[in-house]
């Protein structure tokens, strides 16, 4: 039987995607510690959890207003610790669970993110995923030396080149290239490391790689683009996806698409999941839920959705009046999440204002909530997984670790008897945990 995936969206930084998570009252304030992030890594992993996985921006989002004052008081996603560091930190503290981390190809160089990816692999034994990102905005780009964003589409063709050569190296060693014999004084042998000479039209790299394949192989790739290249993009590459569908009739169509494309490209639709947010606020009955709702919603600031909608979009919203239109102009120079600006547009079917954007985007605000007991939220869960509106889900928190706590006691274990969820993990590595197979060396290639 079809089971559902299961990931928690993490964050290493003050807050989750929710700038107002760490104003809840239960949300732990030791943000900067490793005892954080393996408390949750293990209450996910009690919940069995196939994978955690953390999201990055390179930048505070003080594109609005052009200075930090107002994030930094009022605390949108300010602290932003090293999300590949800290998913270590997660490792060391749980045995089974995956844990991905977001890397972005506009601002590392590819053998650093192979290098840096394939060690955290080989030292959790397998469990470690890659969030491929190509970034949004021009905050990303001053903090990493340049002036401007790159532009959305020649970025994604520019990550094509970066996921050449990141699978690249991590073909460099054959599985069974390293020997260790002292006896014979053979280390490793030579036919079996392979040096990679590598010219694209952005992007070179020539050289033998340094690091051995892990149990698994290399790291799951994961992608999460939502305009039409990044989907492209991601019906290439990405293992297992992530996806924000508005909602189950949208979700059902989207979901169709995604399948169709994978399988265009000559891959298995089957292997590659695909996984939607959701922010479950549940608790023993459904009005307990309801009230818990009512204080994560007192919780939000305008200055929260502002913000947010800046950076996602690369531009300044406080520069415009709350019910002044954008200009057509302003609106094609938007360079960050163009799906997000394309879906304001044809739900206002207008040239849209500050407001359009908070009320549709409702950024800042839990969007996709299944509100209710546990047995509300596995229905909700249930339907969107059978009717094929996606494989599984990616569990986003209203305050941590109080949300992931909720969901692995209310709702895992009505899922699991209803057969829809598994009650153990299948093996010790991530890609034996999303019935992925061990990559061949180059099997990448075949992909268009
Ligand atoms: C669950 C989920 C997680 C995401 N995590 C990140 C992230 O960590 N960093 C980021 O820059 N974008 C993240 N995104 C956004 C996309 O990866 C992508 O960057 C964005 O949609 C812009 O590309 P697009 O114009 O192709 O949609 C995430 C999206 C989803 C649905």
């Not at 949300?27 to 490793?34: G, I, S, Y």
């Not at 890594?41 to 107002?70: C, S, T, W």
């Not at 909608?309 to 163009?338: I, R, V």
């Amino acid at each position: 039987m079809r089971q559902m995936v299961m990931v928690g969206f993490l964050q290493a930084q003050n807050c989750t995607t929710l700038a107002s998570a760490w104003r809840h009252p239960d949300a732990r304030t030791d943000f900067t510690t490793a005892a954080y992030f393996q408390k949750i890594g293990q209450v996910l992993e009690e919940g069995k959890f196939h994978l955690g996985f953390f999201d990055d921006r390179l930048a505070m989002p003080d594109i609005y207003g052009g200075n930090p004052a107002e994030v930094v008081a009022n605390g949108v996603r300010v602290v932003k610790i090293d999300p590949v560091v800290t998913l270590m930190a997660m490792g060391f503290g749980t045995r089974y669970l995956g844990i991905g981390s977001t890397a972005s190809t506009t601002y590392y160089e590819p053998f650093d993110v192979a290098r840096r990816f394939q060690t955290a692999d080989l030292m959790l034994g397998g469990r470690v995923a890659w969030n491929v990102v190509t970034s949004v905005n021009d905050g990303e780009a001053q903090n990493m030396g340049r002036d401007v964003h790159m532009d959305h589409d020649l970025r994604y063709d520019r990550a094509d080149e970066f996921m050449e050569i990141v699978l690249g190296c991590w073909d460099g060693w054959e599985d069974d290239a390293l020997v260790v014999d002292k006896k014979s004084g053979l280390f490793a042998h030579p036919e079996k490391v392979h040096r990679l000479e590598y010219e694209g039209k952005f992007l070179k790299s020539s050289g033998t790689f340094t690091v051995p394949r892990s149990p698994q192989g290399h790291p799951v790739i994961i992608q999460a683009g939502s305009s039409n290249r990044g989907k492209t993009f991601s019906a290439r590459w990405a293992e297992t996806v992530f996806v924000a569908y508005p909602d189950l009739e949208d979700g059902k169509k989207q979901y169709a698409e995604l399948k169709a494309e994978v399988a265009r490209l000559g891959r298995d639709p089957d292997l590659m999941t695909a996984n939607t947010i959701v922010y479950p606020v549940v608790a023993e009955t459904r009005s307990e839920a309801e009230d818990k709702m009512a204080l994560i919603n007192s919780l939000y600031k305008e200055v929260d959705g502002l913000s947010l909608l800046s950076e996602a979009l690369n531009f300044d919203f406080k520069t415009k009046g709350m019910d002044e239109a954008f200009t057509s102009e302003e609106l094609q120079g938007m360079s960050g999440m163009q799906a997000m600006r394309d879906r304001v547009m044809k739900v206002t079917g207008r040239n849209p204002t500050v407001r359009d954007f908070l009320e549709v985007t409702r950024r800042g605000r839990p969007r996709e909530t299944a509100v209710g007991s546990g047995k509300d939220v596995a229905d909700y869960l249930e339907q969107w997984f059978t009717e094929r509106a996606c494989d599984g889900f990616v569990v986003a928190g209203t305050h941590t670790p109080g949300t992931f706590e909720d969901f692995v006691r209310f709702v895992v274990p009505e899922l699991q008897r209803r057969g829809l969820y598994r009650k153990d993990y299948a093996g010790a590595t991530l890609r034996e945990n999303l019935g992925l197979s061990k990559p061949a060396r180059g099997a990448w290639k075949l992909r268009a």
